[in-house]
């Protein structure tokens, strides 16, 4: 008889992860869900500059204002989806959202700026509250997979939500596109209540009324080192999304961008999805090394649109299995009662590492030129992996056998 050959990627896990009650429902409402979230960056950047007839730099600092609020109200809303279920939680939002939204068109620039502070703060908490009943659906030998594809579903919605902001904007109104974003984000809560997805697994008991879990018990220093690598990915992503446009600006390129955005995008799907059937896992803090060293050579291939296509492949393929292994690793080391604050917390580091990561890139590239800047936001990302690659490394055959699994798929 011949030898079995093992095939080092199946589409049984994910056959199995999508089999168990719940789960196709929720990742498919989760695409359609981040949708308006993903657009509102670039709605409220377009009102700012053709509405209000203000430069980048005012949209952009109504953008931070936005996603400062967020990152600090996304494990307050955790506690809270924790102590006082979803529903509740949700509904807030959506008035906060509904309000924000409809009358953000007509503020004044500066009231805009603190509205959407406050809007940050009350967002609807859709990214987290996913991840966090992807937890509760699926037991912990199952979860690779199925947050490979919700992490495969964060990039749909990032390849789709912001050029139907722009669309929109284009050929209506800014306002419009707002609008657009608003009722999106009504519409997105309305599902979440209306499916109710599981916040904890039936044999996970919920907080008792009156009694918290310190958070100094479960906020470890294995814990704060996924956060830190989920911060570093988002930093890379961010930086490398600037370092893009203005290779391809440098070049006079730029009609190409939309082309070579979507290649990047077509990457980590596939990436995703190799991470998700692969046989064996790989350590959040060993797929964020090979990202940031991944992304330092990038610049190589600026001057050419297609030659930095081609050089972004090996990072592209590292982006979603980046942030899908930090998502499995936080809910397996939060414990259920508050693994929402957990995730929510989850979700600040990686809006931190993004709103740090593009301003940080694009102040190496005015003092110098954009291949630097993918060399710096690479360097960065090293940075802040290389403190938890030290404590793997006190097991390095763990280590080195889980980074072999690379290879194979």
């Known amino acids: 008889m011949p030898p079995e050959v093992t095939h080092p990627m199946t589409l049984t896990p994910y056959r199995e992860a999508l089999a168990l009650p719940g789960v196709a429902r929720l990742l498919a409402l989760s695409v359609l869900a981040r949708l308006p979230s993903t657009a509102a960056g670039v709605s409220l950047t377009l009102h700012v500059v053709l509405e209000l007839d203000r430069g980048y730099a005012a949209a952009g600092l109504v953008g931070t204002a936005l996603t400062v609020g967020s990152a600090i109200g996304a494990p307050l809303l955790g506690r ?46 859709v990214f987290s509250v996913i991840r966090q009943s992807l937890a509760a659906l699926v037991p912990p030998a199952q979860r690779r997979p199925a947050y490979a594809l919700d992490s495969m579903s964060v990039e749909l919605s990032f390849m789709m939500g912001p050029a139907l902001a722009v669309l929109l904007a284009t050929a209506v109104s800014p306002p419009a596109a707002m ?17 109710n997805p599981p916040i ?13 879990l310190p958070r100094r018990e479960w906020l ?13 990915s988002t930093l890379v992503l961010g930086g490398t999304d600037v370092a893009l ?20 995008g077509g990457y980590s799907l ?18 964020m090394v ?27 393929l590292l982006c ?7 998502s499995d690793a936080v809910s397996r080391l939060a414990p259920a009662a508050v693994r929402g604050e957990a995730m929510g917390l989850h979700g600040s580091a990686m809006t931190v590492g993004m709103a740090v990561g593009a301003p940080l890139t694009g102040a190496v590239i005015d003092a110098s030129t954009p291949a630097w800047g993918f060399v710096v936001i690479g360097c960065a990302g090293l940075a802040f992996a290389l403190p938890m690659l030290v404590v793997q490394l006190r097991r390095p055959g763990q280590l080195l056998s889980r980074l072999l699994a690379v290879s194979s798929w």
Do not use: K, N
Not at 179 to 195: E, N, Q, S, T
Not at 290 to 316: E, K, N, R, Y
């Open 220 to 232: 470890t220093p294995r814990l704060a080192g996924i956060l830190a690598v989920g911060a570093a």
């Open 179 to 195: 609008l657009g974003v608003g009722g999106g984000l009504i519409a997105a809560g309305a599902l979440l209540i209306a499916m």
């Open 270 to 287: 596939v990436g995703g999805f190799a991470y998700g059937a692969a046989r064996r896992s790989v350590p959040p803090v060993g797929l």
């Open 320 to 326: 979603a299995p980046t942030i899908a292994a930090t």
């Open 200 to 212: 904890r697994a039936r044999h996970e008991q919920p907080p008792q009324a009156g009694v918290r």
């Open 290 to 316: 090979m990202l940031a060293v991944a992304t330092i050579p990038v610049g190589l291939g600026t001057g050419s649109w297609w030659l930095l296509g081609v050089a972004l492949l090996p990072a592209g």
């Open 80 to 125: 809270l989806v924790d102590r006082h279920g979803l529903r509740p939680v949700i509904l807030g939002s959506i008035c906060a959202q509904g309000a924000f939204w409809a009358v953000a068109p007509a503020l004044p620039y500066h009231w805009l700026l603190v509205a959407a502070a406050v809007a940050g703060l009350a967002g609807l908490p």
């Open 245 to 264: 446009i203005a290779a391809l600006q440098e070049s006079d390129q730029l009609v190409w961008t939309s082309i070579v955005l979507a290649a990047w």
